[in-house]
């Protein structure tokens, strides 16, 4: 079976840049996860959808970060304009249903962002 | 609201021996309890998870934990590390509906030969 897939693996840009990531979850899984996890600290839930809805972004940056999973499937995070503090792994994960509280999230590899 | 504590930054030990890392947990409700492992460059992959029954539960790569509710506590052991146990541990606790995981901040194995 196909684990997350997420692109690009790295990226470096310059503060006030833009940038996107892209995830592709397990096939089958309704529920997503985008994780942002800086360096000497563990991952952070930054946004969570079930099929194409929002379950929770109440830790997004929403004046700066946006999040969208068209036809829930695949799902693009972007930044704009970046800053400093957002360089991060960014991580997306999947799981089954996502309503169930002992379901298994799947990790992705994790996009690195350096930010200048 | 949800939080995690991991003591311990850095530990080493050396190969064959035993290993023990400690977690702490706050939750307000039952907790559901999860260990992940991420090695450098690698998502992060699940080793075990508890959410009810038997407060001792078994992983995979020979990892065991113990849910312990007096001390809020959740313990990963290994009775015997290898080198390639070297990584870094993330302990992580949800609730029972949402799914919704709060992680701490980690512990990096190093492994000595």
């Known amino acids: 079976e196909a684990g997350v897939a997420q692109s690009p693996r790295y990226k470096i840009i310059e503060k006030r840049q833009s940038v996107a990531f892209w995830c592709n979850p397990i096939?089958?899984?309704?529920?997503l996860y985008w994780y942002q996890q800086i360096l000497g600290q563990g991952p952070k839930l930054l946004i969570q959808f079930q099929n194409n809805g929002v379950v929770d972004d109440s830790q997004l940056p929403k004046d700066r970060f946006s999040a969208e999973r068209l036809k829930g499937v695949d799902s693009t995070l972007k930044i704009q304009p970046a800053k400093l503090e957002d360089s991060a792994v960014y991580l997306c994960a999947s799981s089954l249903d996502g309503g169930q509280g002992q379901e298994t999230q799947y990790f992705g590899p994790g996009t690195r962002l350096l930010v200048l | 609201a949800q939080s995690v504590t991991q003591p311990d930054i850095h530990i080493t030990v050396s190969e064959g021996a035993s290993l023990e890392l400690r977690c702490n947990y706050s939750?307000?409700?039952?907790?559901?309890l999860f260990w992940y492992v991420q090695s450098p460059g690698q998502g992060l992959q699940l080793l075990l998870k508890?959410?009810?029954?038997?407060?001792l539960v078994q992983g995979i790569k020979g990892f065991e934990a113990e849910f312990k509710r007096s001390q809020s506590s959740f313990n990963l052991r290994k009775p015997s590390v290898h080198w390639s146990d070297a990584a870094e541990y993330f302990c992580?606790?949800?609730?029972?509906?949402?799914?919704?995981?709060?992680f701490g901040a980690g512990t990096i194995l190093r492994v000595k030969s």
């Open positions: 939750y307000g409700a039952t907790p559901y």
């Open positions: 992580a606790v949800g609730g029972a509906y949402g799914n919704k995981l709060v």
């Open positions: 508890y959410f009810s029954g038997d407060t």
């Open positions: 096939s089958g899984h309704a529920t």
